[in-house]
Structures are given as C-alpha cells and as structure tokens.
C-alpha cells in the first residue's frame, strides 16, 4: 500500500533552512507538531483513492501547496458526504478538472488554485534570496546571532557568499557581548556596530545581536535572527482576481454547476476585506450632490468578478470558495464561499453546510455554517 510519507532513518532537527524542500522537512522534521500533522496527512492520503496516490504523491514531492490542496479538498468534500470523482473526463473538452463532486440529486464541477501574490520575477527573486540566507547561515559565530538590517541584490545572479562569511566571522570574533549588550541597553539596535560589505552582486548591511550569557558558548547553528522588514502597498485583490478568472476560462460552458476553489497563500491577501473586494466590487464611499441631503454611505463598484462594468461576468462559475489553509491551520483556517448571483448553472449551497454570502434583494447576505474543526474532528489546539 502506498504510503504519503514512507518510514525513514533521517531527521532533520529545528526550523527548516529558507530553500528547504517542503514535502522534505515534513517528512524527516523531529519536531512534535510536525508528527501531529503528518499523522492526519496519512489519514487523508489514505481516504484518496488507490489509484490516484502515486501521482498525488509525485505531485506532494515537487509542488507540495498545489498537492496538499488537493489533498484538503477531496478530504473536505468526503466529510461532506459527497462522492468524489478525481479528473473526471468532460463531453466536449480534453481538460479536466479537479473533481466531480456528488450527493443525491446534487453534482458539481470543483476546480483548485493556488495563489501566491507574486509574479515569475518575484518568486524566482525570493528563491535567489532564501538561497542566499541558507548559504549565509554557514557562518560560524559564538556569542551573537546576525541581524540582516538591509539587502540589496545588484544582479539576477546567485551571490556567492564566502567572501562575506569570512569578514563576519573576523569582525565578530573582535567583539565583547558584553560591552555591545551595555550600549543597546542604552541606545537600542543603535548600539551595535554595524558590519559592511558590498561587491558586484550584492551589497548588505548587518549587525551582531549579543546572545543571553548562557547560550554564548556554542557555536549558532542558525545565525540569522533577524531579517529586513518585508513592506509592500495594497493588497492582493489583483493576483487573486487573475486566479479567478484563469480557472473561469479553462473549461467554457458546463450543463452542471461548476465551483471554483483558491487557497490564497500570499501574504498581500489579508483577509475578508480584500476577497470580498474581488467577488463584490470594491468598497466606496458615495453621496448625493444634494447638498440637503448627502446620503453618504459604502457602496460596492462595479468591478467584481462576478459583476463588472454594469454587467454579470463569469456567468458559467456557480461559485467561488477562497481559503487561507496551510498544512498547520487546517482547524483554524478561514474560509469564504460566496454564491454567483447571475450562474447559468444554480449552485445549492445549503447542501455544503458551509458559511456561505448571496445577493438577494441587492443585499449581501451571509448565512451560517460549520468550521473547519467541526468538519473535519480536529481540535483548534490539536498542535499543542
């Protein structure tokens, strides 16, 4: 029988490096909650049909987001009480999707999306930059962990780092802990001295962070402590509009209500606001040009994926269900599942026994439903 994460003699101890393979550091990870989580994955795995496993597991290997999603959904709709068909063949098309989901007199297509926030260019940069961290934390120091106050990459090329290990190494072998611990108490990260280097590749600027006394006698395993603060402005309505409405366009018209589902593992995504801006257009604040009558309120611009620019848009979607799950939250994941007001194909969205948004009247209307923890039988603090 296959098995999603065979028995194995490695271990890999503490956090994972920033380039580290996903898939692998589940695997052979001695952390507590690592096992917890591996354990439910196998249960999961196991429920998936026999002759999808091997590929699913390829897939966990090389793209484990993509794959655990899949993983999740089939698991989400099995508790449901629906049978599930994986890439079921289609009439008119040699796509497939995801699954074909049914109950009873109730079917529909399920199709999923993983979304990140960033283009091609910016993944490919933070790859090169977690390469460069897990390279960097080869540096061999006693005393002090590394803060990283800014990093700037001058070329697309890998940096290499040896140079300016070696610099850190001699710079802080000079240093007193105890003296740079005195001036930070007085003048915060100011008080410490700051390392410089710069080359053709790359330029960065770092300073020592004195460990308490009784952790200064080992060598730091992971010397990094601190990273550069990541900023960014707006949201990530845009990556996860396009998500949308790439999978709407992937397969035409279907005679079945048709579900589209994107786990938006991006940090841009915040939360409710931003989605509910993509689905139902985005807040505004309108008035009347009566000066006697103002009548401000918050209305929603015509440029949601479901309506846009005066007209109903996406027509052959039945709905839209967004989630923030990761392999860690799966109880305490948020989730938003909204109904298409103007689908072709009518969505009974009551039978998912899920929190669920509609129109009706001009007004949005949220009924209730059950969380991820009540669906599936795991308590919100399963990792503790």
């Known amino acids: 029988m296959i098995k999603l994460f065979d028995h194995t003699e490695e271990v890999i101890k503490g956090p994972s490096n920033n380039n580290e393979n996903a898939f692998n550091y589940y695997h052979k990870s001695d952390r507590k909650d690592m096992a917890v989580i591996r354990k439910v994955l196998e249960e999961w795995f196991f429920n998936y049909p026999n002759k999808e496993k091997k590929e699913l597991k390829n897939r966990f290997k090389k793209d484990m987001d993509s794959a655990f999603y899949e993983l999740f959904l089939h698991e989400l709709f099995s508790s449901l009480n629906f049978e599930i068909e994986i890439h079921p063949k289609l009439k008119d098309s040699s796509k497939r999707p995801d699954f074909l989901i049914q109950k009873k007199d109730f079917s529909a297509y399920v199709e999923a999306k993983i979304c990140y926030d960033k283009s091609e260019s910016e993944m490919a940069f933070e790859r090169r930059r977690n390469e460069f961290y897990d390279s960097l934390n080869k540096t061999r120091i006693k005393g002090f962990l590394l803060r990283i106050a800014e990093l700037e990459f001058k070329t697309t090329k890998q940096p290499r780092t040896k140079e300016l290990i070696s610099k850190i190494e001699t710079e802080i072998s000079l240093l007193?802990?105890?003296?740079?611990?005195?001036?930070?108490?007085?003048?915060?990260?100011?008080?410490?001295?700051?390392?410089?280097?710069?080359?053709?590749?790359?330029?960065?600027?770092?300073?020592?962070?004195?460990?308490?006394?009784?952790k200064r006698d080992k060598i730091s395993k992971n010397p990094i402590g601190m990273f550069p603060f990541e900023t960014f402005w707006g949201g990530g309505e845009n990556s996860l509009r396009e998500s949308i409405l790439k999978k709407a366009k992937r397969y035409g018209k279907f005679d079945i209500p048709y579900l589209i589902c994107v786990n938006a593992l991006g940090k841009k995504t915040s939360g409710k606001i931003d989605i509910e801006n993509v689905i139902w257009g985005s807040l505004q604040y309108t008035y009347s040009t009566n000066p006697d009558n103002r009548d401000g309120r918050m209305t929603r611009a015509m440029d949601g994926v479901f309506y846009n620019s005066g007209k109903p848009k996406l027509k052959n979607v039945s709905g839209v269900l967004v989630t923030k799950v990761f392999p860690s939250n799966i109880p305490n994941a948020n989730y938003w599942l909204f109904e298409h007001p103007f689908a072709e194909n009518k969505m009974d969205f009551s039978r998912l026994n899920l929190v669920y948004s509609y129109v009706k009247e001009n007004q949005i209307i949220s009924l209730e439903g059950n969380d991820f923890d009540k669906i599936f039988g795991i308590s919100k603090n399963w990792l503790e």
């Open 176 to 214: 007193d802990p105890e003296a740079i611990t005195s001036q930070m108490e007085k003048y915060g990260f100011e008080g410490s001295p700051f390392i410089n280097y710069e080359n053709d590749d790359f330029k960065i600027l770092i300073q020592p962070m004195p460990l308490i006394k009784s």
